[in-house]
């Protein structure tokens, strides 16, 4: 056991976070016609003569390293105007709100597989943005910042070819996303300190373990064992 001195008591302790002053969810839906010329150069036609089992999806990444973008990933957004404010009637109560107005910029590659002839492919396009404007009435007083995260997206994607070359490919992109205005504070709350735990008790050598019976099968019920005379 640890030689602790005793427990002390509760007091008063200033800890810096991240308050969020207001929360909301907002789905957008994209549909877009990417050429051809801005999938990047593409080794193998997806519309060739060759091409079989074509399949197509996309999907968001990181702009910075090129990977899949992990879900609840936080995304950068551009203020595009002013915050306004607006006065609502919420629940009877007077409320001010501010309107703001923010863009998006994502990153999504498309991703073709399949066979040309008889030898599986897989190739991946160029990085595509696709910007997105955003207007949301939130409690966002002068102070506060934007905080965006993806908490959901689906996308498909679906060529067009002309005679055996791609054309364009048609994306539909929809995006869940959590929106907060945020500041940092500095919280005082009542709490007391923690301190580390007692080693776990270990025996150096373990007690010696019967290996287990089948007493249904031996000596079994149905015939006991007469009693030593």
Not at 38 to 44: K, S
Not at 208 to 219: A, K, L, T, Y
Request: include cysteine; hydrophobic fraction near 40%; aromatic fraction near 6%.
């Amino acid at each position: 056991m640890l030689n602790r001195p005793p427990h002390p008591e509760e007091e008063l302790l200033c800890f810096n976070a991240e308050k969020v002053y207001d929360w909301v969810i907002l789905q957008e839906t994209v549909n877009q016609n990417v050429p051809a010329a801005d999938l990047g150069a593409l080794a193998i036609d997806p519309c060739g003569p060759t091409v079989s089992n074509l399949a197509v999806r996309c999907y968001l990444i990181d702009p910075a390293t090129g990977n899949p973008l992990p879900q609840n990933a936080e995304i950068t957004v551009v203020e595009t105007a002013d915050r306004q404010d607006r006065e609502f009637i919420i629940d009877g109560v007077e409320v001010e709100l501010q309107r703001v107005s923010f863009e998006k910029t994502l990153s999504l590659v498309v991703e073709f597989t399949g066979f040309d002839g008889t030898t599986p492919f897989l190739e991946i396009s160029d990085p595509i943005e696709i910007e997105i404007p955003e207007s949301v009435f939130l409690c966002a007083p002068e102070g506060t910042r934007l905080v965006v995260r993806i908490s959901d997206v689906t996308c498909s994607a679906t060529v067009n070819c002309v005679a055996t070359a791609l054309e364009s490919v048609d994306i539909s992109l929809n995006v869940c996303q959590s929106v907060q205005a945020v500041a940092d504070v500095t919280l005082e709350l009542e709490a007391s300190f923690c301190e580390p735990r007692d080693l776990l008790a270990v025996d150096e050598c373990p007690t010696p373990v019967i290996p287990r019976q089948c007493p249904v099968v031996f000596p079994g019920t149905s015939k006991p064992c007469p009693p030593k005379k």
